[in-house]
């Protein structure tokens, strides 16, 4: 026979309140959001300082757009999954 109770709660299935439910999909959901479109639009900023020969006066801008983008692909995933 086993032991374990049905009424008993592990610690990772804390009951949630509704309102903080909604919250927290708000929150992920506008994270991924602004991520997958940054990802989208930061490689044509990128692309223009390649061009114009931007890149070569300002790396820090360059850099600086690449951690962006980076950053935008690994938030951006699982965006409009269904």
């Known amino acids: 026979m086993s032991s374990a109770s049905p009424f008993r709660r592990h610690s990772s299935e804390s009951p949630r ?3 903080v439910q ?3 999909s708000l929150l992920v ?3 991924r ?3 997958f479109w ?3 639009v930061v490689p044509f900023a990128l692309l223009y300082l390649v061009v114009s020969g931007a890149a070569v006066n300002q ?3 360059l850099g600086a757009l690449l951690v ?3 950053a935008g692909l690994w938030l951006g995933q ?3 999954d269904q």
């Open 22 to 24: 909604w919250l927290e």
């Open 29 to 31: 959901g506008s994270a």
């Open 38 to 40: 940054s990802a989208v």
């Open 68 to 70: 962006v983008n980076f």
């Open 59 to 61: 790396p820090s801008l």
């Open 78 to 80: 699982g965006y409009n």
């Open 17 to 19: 309140l509704p309102g």
């Open 33 to 35: 959001f602004a991520g």
